[in-house]
């Protein structure tokens, strides 16, 4: 702990129990990503200590693993929703504002309660002479907003991949893991064990660990850890969920473990007597001994009831920002997708060619810039490669602007060098010294109504593209 009652901002210098703007919260959480994360924990304790101990009081579901856990935690929200429980999520990145990462029973919060809560925990901090990081900042302002919104249960997106995140503080029961990946480490290499044995560690005493892993030596890894932990372990995912058509084979797998996470949390933490079980997606009520009456059949023919299919059918699967966000109205069709690692990736492109063989793209451009230049490997190489030999089309590649968020360990983007591998292996490359020569030159390439234009490699990327529509914070 360090004395910052008095920290220097653009602003000028912030005094202990002042109430900042919205503007000034925004810029004091830019300037404390600066502030290193606690991996111990101790510092964030300190801070739930001041705010009054309310992590322990939230009952919540961790969302872990490589890729999918915004999409999931929101899909586990929105189920939970239709059941007649008020969830609050904590999700990242944001895009274009702070507000993104926090949502209370489906709704991003407003500028006015955000403002409040972080004013609420800024004061904590500076009372206490706590030096914190934006994003035990960010955690506590979410637990804060939950509380004060008297929110059911918090789903929570685990960034950290092991127990060093400040969201495991909170009372978790049930423990949701995506998929695990890597783009340094290969899946058969042992290290690679400890990083799934990392993202399992998660699972505390008397939890519930899911997971959506289709590795059946992944899967074993977890539940190893899970129960050595005190956990329960719960059948893995195979399915996926029924949703339309293209985000089945994307998100599907993401849906299924969100109504699993669900159920879960409804079947073993919720005073099932009463829900109304009779109108529930997620629980099935005991089976009625005998054939049922004519009245009950009756009832069922002017009642039908509602099934997962109808609610996956009615359910805005593209709500949440730049996870495959297709912007149909532009002209030409502009795709936009945070994907910043080789896994996620590979699955936008998956994406750009099922919306292909559903209405045949004229011309398609790929615009890639990426914060972390460890994605450039063999195996990206590789797998655009392999994408170009079936669609036609071509790569933009530019650098971005790193985000205020980023860690200053990430490896450079070197668009020159990559632009370069690219056209060793046959595929149409350019380089943009910006996003905006970018954006300019794949609109010349592409047909204005049929064409598509795909922004992807990393959140900063995205945020180019609606600063440069004249959309910012």
């Keep these: 702990m360090i004395d910052n009652t008095q920290q220097t901002t653009k602003g000028g210098v912030l005094k202990l129990n002042q109430s900042l703007s919205y503007n000034e919260v925004v810029e004091y959480l830019d300037l404390k990503w600066g502030t290193p994360l606690d991996k111990t924990l101790k510092r964030f304790k300190a801070i739930d200590k001041a705010l009054g101990n309310l992590a322990k009081n939230v009952p919540a579901i961790l969302v872990a693993g490589s890729n999918g856990k915004s999409l999931t935690a929101h899909f586990t929200a929105k189920l939970l929703k239709e059941e007649g429980i008020t969830a609050g999520i904590l999700s990242s990145p944001h895009i274009l504002s702070y507000n993104e990462r926090i949502c209370i029973d489906g709704e991003i919060i407003n500028n006015k309660k955000f403002t409040e809560v972080a004013n609420t925990v800024i004061n904590a901090l500076e009372q206490e002479k706590i030096d914190a990081n934006s994003a035990e900042i960010l955690t506590a302002m979410a637990i804060v907003a939950f509380k004060e919104s008297k929110a059911e249960v918090a789903v929570l997106e685990v960034q950290e991949s092991d127990a060093q995140d400040p969201v495991t503080l909170c009372n978790t029961k049930v423990v949701a893991i995506t998929r695990v990946t890597s783009d340094q480490i290969d899946n058969e290499d042992p290290k690679f064990n400890d990083i799934v044995k990392n993202f399992a560690n998660i699972a505390v005493k008397d939890s519930i660990v899911i997971s959506a892993d289709q590795s059946k030596l ?232 049929y064409g598509l234009i795909v922004v992807t490699g990393s959140k900063s990327i995205v945020a180019e593209y609606w600063n440069y529509k004249g959309i910012k914070k």
Excluded at 380 to 395: C, D, E, H, N, P
């Design 218 to 449: 992944n899967l074993q890894v977890i539940q190893e850890k899970a129960i050595a932990n005190g956990a329960q372990w719960a059948m893995p995912i195979r399915k996926l969920a029924n949703l339309p058509y293209p985000f089945e084979q994307l998100h599907g797998r993401c849906a299924a473990l969100a109504e699993r996470a669900a159920q879960i949390y409804i079947e073993n933490f919720t005073n099932k007597e009463n829900a109304i079980l009779a109108n529930s997606l997620l629980i099935k009520p005991k089976g009625q001994r005998g054939r049922p009456s004519l009245e009950t059949k009756r009832n069922l023919e002017l009642n039908p009831k509602r099934t997962m299919e109808q609610f996956w059918k009615e359910c805005e699967i593209t709500t949440l920002p730049g996870r495959f966000q297709l912007l149909e109205k532009e002209k030409p069709s502009v795709l936009l997708d945070t994907a910043d690692n080789i896994d996620a990736f590979v699955n936008t492109l998956l994406g750009i060619r099922l919306l292909h063989y559903q209405k045949p793209l004229k011309g398609l451009v790929i615009i890639i810039g990426c914060e972390n230049g460890e994605i450039h490997t063999p195996e990206f190489l590789r797998q655009i490669r392999y994408f170009f030999k079936k669609t036609s089309g071509q790569v933009i590649f530019c650098p971005v602007k790193k985000s205020k968020d980023a860690a200053d360990s990430i490896k450079k983007w070197n668009v020159d060098a990559i632009t370069n591998d690219i056209k060793n292996v046959k595929v149409k490359a350019h380089s943009a010294k910006n996003f905006s020569e970018a954006f300019d030159l794949a609109k010349k390439t592409v047909d204005e109504r």
